[in-house]
């Protein structure tokens, strides 16, 4: 059995999943109120907030998995990208709970993370695929020839597509985190009612800073009142546009490399237009779409291990590799 452990960002992640990808245990405590005020993430509490919480979510684990730290072969852990202090306390906690109890360690890339989610039981997808990884910090198009290797077709210039969502929410007055909130307002209003347009950049890159804009202008250009009474609508339309940028690259990625099975990863993949849009593409339940460690226990299948003590000097990394 797998231990997986995961706190990039703002969630304390630990798991516990099978050499064939079962999963016996997915804990996710999430941060999100203890942000909230702040409208985003604040580095330093995350870190300072993981280490209080790491220890009780790695118990939780073993305890909802029914196992013992002797059924454990692996540890695995987010290495980067991310929140430097934040990955930091995970893989501190890692590197002691596998050095204590003298199993290998493996470090595993977050967005390697995200695409071997889709390497879960029960029905694991299998390379070659094409995989639109979306996420609050990244947004790319992957060609994922074997369950270890993917070429990267495409990325942001700007904001990430989670970012996009985010912003677009908060101005709209929506709570944080943003994304869910919005396509949960989205639903109610008229995808129609405002035309936002997406920037076309060359190839199969992304940009989302313009549409944000878009949305900022429209606001202020409406008094408060009138904002509160169009404010579904304006959430929709702005979705629409986000969704229908990340849609179409998906289509000419499509058929640029042949690729006809298409899965979404990453956080923006919960969201309901996007998977309403693209009813072909592969996805995995909401809970493995956003971080957890049941997908970095996956990934780490494909790593090759770190005996002890060679990994106690392993250091992260905050940007990616
Ligand atoms: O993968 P993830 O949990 O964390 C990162 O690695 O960034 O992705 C979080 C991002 C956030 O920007 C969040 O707003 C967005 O995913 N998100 C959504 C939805 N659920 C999460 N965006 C749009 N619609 C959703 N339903
Ligand atoms: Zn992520």
Redesign the pocket.
């Known amino acids: 059995m797998i231990f997986g452990l995961e706190t990039?960002?703002d969630?304390t992640a630990a798991a516990v999943i099978t050499r064939g990808g079962e999963i016996l245990a997915n804990v996710i405590a999430s941060q999100a109120d203890l942000h909230a005020p702040f409208g985003g993430v604040v580095p330093e509490v995350a870190a300072r907030r993981h280490l209080e919480l790491v220890a009780p979510v790695v118990r939780q684990a073993l305890g909802e998995a029914k196992v013992t730290v002797d059924d454990l072969e692996l540890v695995a852990v987010t290495r980067g990208p991310?929140l430097i202090g934040a990955l930091l306390v995970g893989l501190s906690a890692a590197k002691a709970f596998a050095w204590g109890l003298g199993l290998p360690l493996a470090p595993v890339d977050?967005l390697h993370g995200?695409v071997a989610s889709l390497f879960l039981a029960p029905e694991p997808l299998d390379p070659p695929f094409l995989c639109l990884l979306?996420?609050?910090?990244?947004t790319m198009l992957l060609d994922v020839h074997a369950h270890d290797r993917y070429t990267v077709l495409g990325r942001t210039l700007d904001d990430?597509a989670?970012?996009a969502?985010?912003k677009g929410a908060r101005v709209l007055g929506l709570g944080y985190?943003?994304?869910?909130e919005?396509?949960r307002v989205a639903r109610d209003g008229d995808a129609h009612a405002f035309s936002f347009p997406v920037a076309r950049v060359p190839g199969l890159d992304f940009s989302f800073s313009g549409v944000k804009t878009a949305l900022l202008y429209a606001v202020k250009e409406l008094a408060a009142d009138e904002v509160d009474r169009v404010r579904a609508d304006l959430a929709a339309s702005y979705q629409r546009a986000v969704v229908q940028a990340l849609v179409e690259r998906v289509h000419e990625a499509g058929e640029g490399t042949g690729l006809d099975r298409v899965a979404l990863v990453?956080?923006?993949a919960?969201?309901?237009e996007?998977r309403r849009a693209l009813p072909e593409a592969s996805v995995v339940p909401l809970a493995l779409?956003?971080?957890n460690a049941a997908m970095i226990a996956s990934a780490s299948r494909w790593v090759a291990p770190l005996q002890p003590p060679d990994y106690l000097d392993l250091d992260a990394y905050a940007s990616v590799a």
């Open positions: 990039s960002c969630e991310g977050h995200h979306a996420t609050g910090g990244h990430a989670g970012e969502f985010d985190p943003g994304g869910p919005l396509d990453g956080g923006v919960a969201n309901s996007l779409c956003t971080d």
